[in-house]
């Protein structure tokens, strides 16, 4: 093998791992920027999860107090009926 030869080869080879680190390094920084979007993506979800647990429990309250009232009532009704 020739001294150009060789060092076609070499620049073949070179140029080759060149690319193979570049590509690598584009696909790392795919994965990092798809791995920031789905940590908004998350932090967005646990937003919107406890935004409906809030709602779940100021529902909850309202028919709770709800309920209470409709007892009192019925109670009230019945010791009424008893006493007529």
């Keep these: 093998?020739?001294?150009?030869?060789?060092?076609?080869?070499?620049?073949?080879?070179l140029s080759t791992a060149l690319a193979a680190i570049g590509w690598l390094a584009k696909s790392l920084l795919s994965v990092t920027k798809?791995?920031?979007?789905?940590?908004?993506?998350?932090?967005?979800?646990?937003?919107?999860?406890?935004?409906?647990?809030?709602?779940?429990?100021?529902?909850?309250?309202r028919i709770e107090t709800r309920i209470d009232r409709v007892e009192s009532r019925v109670e009230r009704h019945e010791t009424w009926h008893q006493d007529h």
């Design 1 to 13: 093998m020739t001294p150009d030869q060789r060092f076609t080869v070499l620049m073949v080879l």
């Design 34 to 61: 798809q791995w920031a979007i789905t940590g908004v993506k998350l932090e967005e979800l646990s937003n919107d999860i406890r935004d409906l647990v809030v709602a779940k429990e100021r529902d909850h309250g």
